[in-house]
T-cell receptor
Framework: AQSVTQLDSQVPVFEEAPVELRCNYS??????LFWYVQYPNQGLQLLLKYLSGSTLVKGINGFEAEFNKSQTSFHLRKPSVHISDTAEYFC????????????FGSGTQLTVLP | DTAVSQTPKYLVTQMGNDKSIKCEQN?????MYWYKQDSKKFLKIMFS???????INETVPNRFSPKSPDKAHLNLHINSLELGDSAVYFC??????????????FGPGTRLTVL
């Protein structure tokens, strides 16, 4: 079984500042890792995913994440945020080879302040 | 064109009633899912169907019954609604049953409120 911990439930940040949203996972097998974004009153949209290969993954809207196997982490970063990035961000994990078995973290609300 | 659509968007009902939520995807995907998001925004999978066959059935009360008339539709029927069923329910779909290049596409959600 897998589990995901998102360490920060809320992250306020000023516009154009950098941001890091933290995600740690636990699994006894190798995993795929995902970040999803949920804008207000909308469904989830995939930001990026790590399947294998390079540990630095680039996604949409200028986001990137780095897979760190030794620290079992998959933190999401953006060098300069915009007001429009205000949303809920979910980290998720699945066993490698079975992306249907997604386990989600509890989410991090990113609020970008003017 | 909406890829994954759900109806209704909002559903308010009394305890004890029976209700259904419909989901349709026009992506040609073979696999569909239902998730429940509780008041703390914790998202948990409930069911998954692949080509109309149940492949994931997490610990969910028997009052919840998914129905897949064809691979483009996965409806969720809930009997004898309880206060604790209040949540946002998300439908999702993916091309296959979970290969490495698969991505789950989510619908906009149905907010169910049980009074």
């Amino acid at each position: 079984a897998q589990s995901v911990t998102q360490l920060d439930s809320q992250v306020p940040v000023f516009e154009e500042a950098p941001v890091e949203l933290r995600c740690n996972y636990s699994s006894s097998v190798s995993v795929y890792l995902f970040w999803y974004v949920q804008y207000p009153n909308q469904g989830l949209q995939l930001l990026l995913k790590y399947l294998s290969g390079s540990t630095l993954v680039k996604g949409i809207n200028g986001f990137e994440a780095e897979f760190n196997k030794s620290q079992t982490s998959f933190h999401l970063r953006k060098p300069s945020v915009h007001i429009s990035d205000t949303a809920e961000y979910f980290c998720a994990v699945s066993p490698s080879g079975s992306a249907r078995q997604l386990t989600f973290g509890s989410g991090t609300q990113l609020t970008v302040l003017p | 064109d909406t890829a994954v659509s759900q109806t209704p968007k909002y559903l308010v009902t009394q305890m004890g009633n029976d209700k259904s939520i419909k989901c349709e995807q026009n992506l040609g995907h073979d696999t569909m899912y239902w998730y429940k998001q509780d008041s703390k925004k914790f998202l948990k999978i409930m069911f998954s169907y692949n080509n109309k066959e149940l492949i994931i059935n997490e610990t969910v009360p028997n009052r919840f019954s998914p129905k897949s008339p064809d691979k483009a539709h996965l409806n969720l029927h809930i009997n004898s609604l309880e206060l604790g069923d209040s949540a946002v329910y998300f439908c999702a779909s993916s091309r296959t049953s979970g290969g490495p290049t698969d991505t789950q596409y989510f619908g906009p959600g149905t907010r169910l409120t049980v009074l």
